[in-house]
């Protein structure tokens, strides 16, 4: 990851600052590993959509388009991508410089490792595995700036979140079918990461990013991905510019 860090959850007194319409905050795709290639999305229904493969190896890429600090939460299959709880935009994530990008790959087990995240059946998913197997399917990044605070110097301070708990961080589809795939708890990597202090703008995300997955024969089943059409073949009257009517 390019200079990633984890985010600590400050208490906010009042914050004022509000979401409003500005320049996008991040860029977000979903990069296979095993394939070497960013995977394409497809559109239906105001809903962006991606084609796993089972047994392949992904990572979130997130890419800080603004001029400010951006922390960004990530969820996969509705579970917290560091800290491993059902997720929610209040909780931990990864704070990217301006401009900067991280690669989000697996599951943060501590400030040196991950477990990768790799497409599997959703039996073998790490949110079947602990029992939560009802958002497995999709990928979620809520994306916050960093409000301007200049801090006075002053001695160093345990940081605490809203309950006064030190905290140490770095980083319903109603009648919808079945997940034909799910994300796995996989192989552990060395992924380095430390704490950081960041305060959010407001507490309402500047935006959230929204990418559901599926087997590629899910989603041309289900008519995401279009199906390719064989070219039309025209009769030609005329195949064979010379001879004569040979017998039958």
Known sequence: ???????????????THGAHARAPVAHVEIYDRTQHEVLPEYRKSGERWIAGERGHEYAVRIRNRSDVRVLAVVSVDGINAVTGAAASPAQSGYVIEPGESVSVAGWRKDLDRTAAFVFVDPARSYA????RPENIGVIGVALFRERAVQFAPEK???VTDATGRPQRSAESRASAPAA???????RREHSPAQWTRFERESHTPDS???????????????G???RARAPRAYPD???????????P
Do not use: K
């Not at 034909?180 to 996989?186: A, F, V």
């Not at 009257?237 to 017998?247: C, K, L």
């Open 128 to 131: 079947a595995r602990t029992a």
């Open 1 to 15: 990851m390019t200079r990633s860090t984890l985010f600590a959850c400050l208490a906010m007194a009042a914050v």
């Open 224 to 226: 995401v991905i279009p």
């Open 208 to 222: 959230i990013v929204t990418l559901r997955y599926e087997s590629r024969e899910r989603l041309l089943a289900m």
């Open 237 to 247: 009257p005329f195949p064979a510019a010379y001879g004569f009517v040979p017998d």
């Open 180 to 186: 034909s795939i799910g994300t796995g708890h996989g």
């Open 156 to 158: 160093q301070e345990e």
